[in-house]
């Protein structure tokens, strides 16, 4: 099987560019929006008005709008044709400590005071909150220090005949690669964009575009009892980024073919490598054991780690919200609150953990800015070589489990207990011998951290986490 950082080879090209806010051009009518920023503007100014009219202390207010369309087809024929729009108003409302919130639809004067009166009702019989106040006025970004050159809006003109089109060709390609290839589960295009505005009485006015679109596949491979599926899919902010869907359903081909022939393996304790887009599970999992609400509900097994070693020496994790055109990027996080590169690991050892303001409250420390979760994270090893690739990777794991599928959820956070379903490919003196389905791999997310003995030079990104993949010294599989 080849490595599964294909290359991203243009699909096509398109005559558009980069607009990092609502308010350039071109006109939200160009872009598929049905109301402009400004109109935004004045709709949450209006709400802010009017929770403060009736006695709020403080005030936020957040308008959203997203649109988009998904086509999905099987075996050449179209199956499915969604085109999605909707659209938001949320008002938070303070009285002293006590919060309460209420959303609507209707963007209508009378519906947003009908809904600021009703967020003003809930916290009227709200328990009192200290810690639930808006951000500290002093972590709030302001508009002229709030970045709009991140480039994470690109309108993806496409009709839903242009789709199907692409979406087909996607399964095709996938289909011609080998006559063992029987049937489909079908492939898919999705083209998905959205833009808001939100202010609150702390000071903080902002907004931006963003869009999102894909293009997947899923094929079968043999007949029978022996039938494997396997998957593959490319997501960018701009469409003319996406792989070349002959490209995606070749790979997604591939991987299915692969999995042929798979057999049972006898339990045993050994080391385990993750493949990139799994790694990425992993770092995912560190993520949510070191956010603000495990770590105040002490429902994390790792409790009290800021300063502490939780990875090998050689294992470092940055965030930056300011890549472009990245999928965890943003000028400020889901309160409007400042955000900024830093080191989250250095030398295996966490250097701060991720808050928002209530947690931060809670936990008597300053918000990091991850209200609404993590930016982009880079996980990276001291010890990884440029020539690192996967076919160095099953080198270095010598004889042991591939793995490149898990099922279930497996994972106890409070305990750190992992135990998830697998399938993959059994590795003998650093080459595939063959594939292997329904075994269960356990451990200990503690010790699995520790254990990260190599980090490939194969480095993929998953939505907002990039890395290559994971060796880990060993694991408990479960097998026939």
Not at 162 to 181: M, S
Request: overall charge neutral; glycine content about 10%.
């Amino acid at each position: 099987m080849n490595n599964p950082n294909m290359p991203k080879t243009t699909a096509r090209k398109s005559a558009h560019s980069p607009v990092s806010s609502p308010a350039d051009a071109p006109t939200q009518a160009e872009k598929g929006f049905a109301y402009s920023r400004a109109f935004f503007e004045g709709l949450v100014d209006s709400a802010l008005k009017h929770a403060k009219k009736l006695g709020a202390t403080d005030a936020a207010a957040h308008a959203s709008e997203g649109c988009g369309l998904s086509v999905s087809v099987r075996l050449g024929e179209l199956e499915n044709v969604e085109r999605n729009r909707d659209k938001s108003l949320g008002i938070t409302v303070h009285i002293g400590l006590r919060r309460g919130n209420a959303s609507t639809s209707d963007f209508s004067q009378q519906a947003i005071e009908q809904t600021a009166q009703a967020a003003f009702d809930i916290a009227r019989f709200t328990a009192e909150d200290p810690f639930s106040a808006l951000p500290d006025e002093a972590d709030i970004a302001q508009p002229p220090e709030q970045r709009t050159d991140l480039e994470l809006f690109f309108p993806w003109a496409i009709s839903s005949e242009e789709a199907a089109q692409l979406a087909i060709i996607t399964e095709a390609a996938a289909l011609k690669v080998d006559k063992r290839i029987s049937n489909s589960e079908g492939a898919g295009v999705s083209a998905q964009q959205s833009h808001f505005f939100s202010a609150h009485t702390h000071g903080f006015r902002g907004g931006y575009a963003s869009s999102r679109h894909s293009v997947s596949v899923s094929p079968i491979a043999g007949k029978g009892q022996d039938m494997q599926r396997d998957s593959w899919y490319s997501s960018q902010r701009d469409a003319t980024e996406l792989a070349a869907p002959e490209a995606i359903g070749r790979y997604a081909a591939e991987r299915a073919l692969s999995r042929l022939k798979a057999r049972k393996i006898a339990t045993t304790e050994c080391p385990v490598l993750f493949e990139s887009p799994l790694a990425a599970g992993l770092l995912g999992s560190f993520v949510q054991a070191i956010s603000g609400g495990s770590l105040y509900r002490k429902s994390t097994f790792l409790l009290d780690s800021l300063g502490k070693p939780v990875f090998p020496k050689h294992i470092d994790i940055l965030e930056d919200p300011f890549v472009k055109r990245g999928k965890g990027s943003s000028p400020f996080d889901d309160e409007g609150v400042r955000v900024q590169p830093r080191s989250v690991v250095e030398a295996g050892k966490v250097q701060g953990y991720f808050l928002g303001s209530y947690s931060a409250r809670k936990l008597g420390l300053k918000t990091t800015g991850n209200a609404g979760g993590s930016h982009n994270l880079i996980l990276t090893s001291r010890l990884t070589r440029p020539g690192d690739n996967l076919d160095a990777m099953l080198e270095r794991l010598g004889t042991g489990l591939f793995v490149t599928e898990l099922m279930g959820s497996g994972v106890n956070y409070v305990t750190g207990d992992y135990s998830r379903g697998a399938s993959g490919f059994w590795v003998e003196n650093g080459r595939i011998a063959y594939p292997v389905h329904e075994i269960t791999i356990a451990g200990n997310m503690k010790a699995m951290l520790k254990g990260i003995v190599a980090v490939g030079a194969d480095s993929y990104n998953y939505g907002a986490k990039t890395v290559g993949s994971i060796l880990i010294k060993t694991m408990k599989v479960a097998g026939s």
